[in-house]
């Protein structure tokens, strides 16, 4: 029995890929996200053949997709007044980062501790960027990166 070759990956820009390779990976989503429940409805939608489909799906992705993902909990002490919380929820959103968890204290003594988990794989700036421009922020008194 011969013995399989170990795979070799390439990191490749998208423009110089064959289409079809990218509408795989937009039919792979499709069926990842819901928004369709059969292979025939997302290859019918993306334009691309069943056959298609089958022969590349596992072994075309996007470059987020062969990371773990980026989960970053950041850490944030802030003042118990208006709009604080929602300016940096601001900042978050605007930079393309996915909010997925918060968790506030009840503040106490002017002040709340805040937790906030995000997916930071689409981010336009760094996290040591995002450190820095919420810090910045009134309002905010500390402001670190936990895990991630």
């Known amino acids: 029995m011969a013995l399989r070759a170990k795979p070799k990956y390439y990191l490749v820009e998208a423009g110089v890929l064959p289409e079809v390779f990218i509408k795989v990976t937009e039919a792979r989503e499709l069926l990842e996200t819901g928004e369709v429940r059969t292979v025939a409805e997302a290859v019918e939608r993306v334009g691309i053949s069943r056959s298609a489909f089958y022969k590349y799906k596992d072994s075309v992705m996007p470059f987020r997709d062969m990371r773990q993902g980026s989960i970053v909990t950041f850490n944030a002490l802030l003042r118990d007044r208006k ?66």
């Open 83 to 148: 709009g604080v919380l929602s300016a940096l929820l601001a900042i978050f959103a605007d930079t393309g980062a996915n909010i997925l968890t918060i968790n506030q204290s009840i503040p106490t003594n002017g002040t709340a501790l805040v937790t906030v988990s995000a997916l930071t794989d689409n981010m336009s700036i760094g996290t040591d960027e995002l450190l820095t421009t919420v810090r910045g922020l009134d309002g905010v008194i500390r402001f670190d990166a936990l895990a991630g």
